[in-house]
Antibody
């Protein structure tokens, strides 16, 4: 059974870079049926798509975050990663890594989710 | 960007009752691109429905999805106590977006 588990610092200072990694266990990241992505949820609020990546390195980002986000994939380690630069308190959230089913050659719905990791932006 | 508006914000019903949750889109898109998720406190969301009406693996048949164009519905035919959660619709017809959620409370 495929499992995802976010890892990274739980506290990041304002203006610095948030970095998270998501190792994929129980399956291979280079399956052509799936994309891999990041979703976040601020405290008490709804869900926001950050971006997604295909195993070949093709990336797709939320336009509202695009200039600060980089998602990368390492097929040799079977994992993918998120970097978010110039963070502020508004980036405080639970961050989830997800698997997206490929729908008509596009990033589709999320069928597997990590448990989530809380990242707080504070000095 | 496609904006999804969910209603009602909160739904309070008794066990055995029928719950009808609405998701309205700012522009039309294919049913292929509409999904529903359930999120319980402290947990990650769980996929319920994809393609507007296809149940995900292991989802009880009391959950059903319908709709097309700009109007989509999630129906829980007979509420169980464990259905207390927040439900989100999500579209992937372009940049992925989510609705604001409907909280279902069981009396």
């Amino acid at each position: 059974q495929l499992q995802l588990q976010e890892s990274g610092p739980g506290l990041v200072k304002p203006s610095e870079t948030l970095s998270l990694t998501c190792p994929v266990s129980g399956g291979s990241i280079d399956r052509n049926s799936y994309y891999w992505g990041w979703i976040r949820q601020p405290p008490g609020k709804g869900l926001e798509w950050i971006g997604s990546i295909y195993y070949d390195g093709s990336t797709y980002y939320n336009p509202s975050l695009e200039r600060r986000v980089t998602i990368s994939v390492d097929t040799s380690k079977n994992q993918f990663s998120l970097k978010l630069t110039s963070v502020t308190a508004a980036d405080t959230a639970v961050y989830y890594c997800t698997r997206h089913v490929r729908v008509l050659e596009w990033v589709g719905y999320m069928d597997v989710w990590g448990k989530g990791t809380t990242v707080t932006v504070s000095s | 960007e496609i904006v999804l508006t969910q209603s009602p914000v909160t739904l309070s019903l008794s066990p055995g009752e029928r719950a009808t949750l609405s998701c309205r889109a700012s522009q039309s898109f294919s049913t292929t691109y509409l999904a529903w998720y359930q999120q319980k406190p402290g947990q990650a969301p769980r996929l319920l429905i994809h393609g507007a009406s296809s149940r995900a693996t292991g989802i009880p048949d009391r959950f059903s999805g319908s709709g097309s164009g700009t109007d989509f519905t999630l129906t829980i035919s007979s509420l169980e106590p464990e259905d207390s959660a927040v439900y989100y619709c999500q579209q992937c017809g372009g940049a992925l977006t989510f609705g604001g959620g409907t909280k279902v409370e069981i009396k």
